[in-house]
């Protein structure tokens, strides 16, 4: 469960990219004059171009599925856990390519996509990553293994993750978690390092060219080097309160792209 050395961008992509002119399942497709790539292609036509002939969002998670598989038989992944309340959630991180991760958070038929169309739709979309990913897990995890146990500092208005060492986590615990409707996956905005300290800010997620949705005023389109494009996917806290509701965070990508 370590990071191994990173592929280059520009190599060989691992899913298909769409070039065939495939189509998005969505009943109805988000118009381009709604969601452009029109700033992206200013700055490079190529991902533009990718990002126009994306592929559909089920042929997205599934390409997900098959990349934590692969992560996770070359140890390129971290498992977690950190506590709300006194409850425990699971954490995974896993390392994909800078092109399907430029599809799954920045396409018109990506994760993010799902909820602009709506909440509800966003929330089904969620369900089914998380329940796609999960089963790659369960196909793979030992009944006992170890974990980073993360610990959350916040005073309201900054936060800092740091990694207080490694523990001790049977998988029924871990899954308990991932199966829980709480559970949502997310672009990694602090990456585990697998030793004690702070977990690394992957500040590059907050900044990248402008995505031209209309609806969403300030979003951006991250496009991450290999190194740093991680997701994170994350349990609900089993037996106790939540942060934030799904409901809630729903809403928060439908209007502003961002929770």
Known sequence: MRALRPAQRGGAAEFRTGEDGGQSRMTNPISSGEWAF????????????????????????ENLSSTLKKAITAGDYWLGVDRYRGCMRGIVQF?????????????????????????????EANADCVAKLTAALKDHLPNQFRAREIVCRTDGFTREDEDAGSCAMASESFFESLDSKFS????????????????????????????????????????PSSEFAWLDLKGGFVGGDQPKSPETRAHDIHYRGWS
């Open 38 to 61: 029109s700033t992206i292609a200013q700055h490079d036509a190529t991902r533009a171009q990718r990002l126009e002939q994306a592929i559909e969002y089920d042929q997205i998670i």
């Open 184 to 223: 949502k996956i997310w672009v990694c905005e602090r990456l585990i390092q697998g030793k004690p300290g702070s977990l690394v800010s992957l500040g590059e997620v907050h900044s990248g060219i402008r995505l031209d949705v209309r609806r969403w005023q300030t979003a951006r389109a991250p496009y």
């Open 95 to 123: 390392r994909t390519q800078p092109e399907l991760y430029d599809l799954f958070f920045n396409a018109r038929t990506g994760y993010r996509a799902q909820f602009w169309t709506s909440p509800r739709r966003g929330l």
